[in-house]
């Protein structure tokens, strides 16, 4: 069965200090992997996705994250934080076979404070 | 392009109650999942429809149960309303198979 685990609930960066959400996978098949952010009163949006082509995958608004299959990892990092970063976000793993989006399981969220 | 429509927005409910929340996925996508988010379990899959066929579905009760149109939108409802099936419901719609999933605003139910 497919899981993820997000190291930490809560995060607080300093404004233009690097960023690191952390989070470990597991899957019986090789898998697909997102991180999704959640801005109080908005929807998910999708940051980024990984889908067995490069380990090491950008996303939008500067964040990346590298596919670790020796660590079962997925951790997520932007170099310098902004004010607009502070928000929740989540680790996902895809539920079915070939990256679909259909089935998504989450983690319990990380969430991320950004200080002036 | 108009996003995933969720409605309503808000909705109060009193106990044992049934309720129906819609969901109008963007235009030319066929999949529509749905989602629960409650402060104690985080956000959990409930079902996914695919041309209006339900193709995969999570660990909830019977009371939970949803359809999809042919026009692809999709309602689910929930039958006897219980306290802890106060959440915020979310819905996601894609165009195909491995195609990034857009989601939409939510309905927040609150069951008195």
């Known amino acids: 069965a497919q899981s993820v685990t997000q190291l930490d609930s809560h995060v607080s960066v300093s404004e233009g200090t690097p960023v690191l959400l952390r989070c470990n996978y597991s899957s019986s098949y090789s898998p697909s992997l997102f991180w999704y952010v959640q801005h109080p009163n908005k929807g998910l949006q999708l940051l980024l996705k990984y889908t067995s082509a490069a380990t090491l995958v950008k996303g939008i608004n500067g964040f990346e994250a590298e596919f670790k299959k020796s660590e079962t990892s997925f951790h997520l990092t932007k170099p310098s934080a902004h004010m607009s970063d502070a928000a929740e976000y989540f680790c996902?793993?895809?539920?079915?076979?070939?990256?679909?989006?259909?089935?998504?399981?989450f983690g319990k969220g990380t969430k991320l404070s950004v200080k002036p | 392009k108009a996003g995933v429509t969720q409605t309503p927005r808000y909705l109060i409910k009193t106990r044992g109650q049934q309720v129906t929340l819609s969901c109008s996925p963007i235009s030319g996508h066929r999949s529509v999942s749905w989602y629960q988010q409650t402060p104690g379990q985080g956000l959990q899959f409930l079902f996914e429809?695919?041309?209006?066929?339900?193709?995969n579905k999570g660990n909830f009760p019977g009371r939970f149960s949803g359809r999809q149109f042919s026009n692809s939108r999709s309602e689910m409802n929930v039958s006897t309303l219980e306290l802890g099936d106060s959440a915020l419901y979310l819905c996601a719609s894609s165009r195909a198979e491995n195609t990034e999933a857009f989601f939409g605003q939510g309905t927040r139910l609150t069951v008195v």
């Open positions: 996902v793993v895809s539920g079915g076979y070939g990256g679909s989006q259909g089935n998504l399981i």
């Open positions: 429809y695919f041309s209006e066929t339900q193709r």
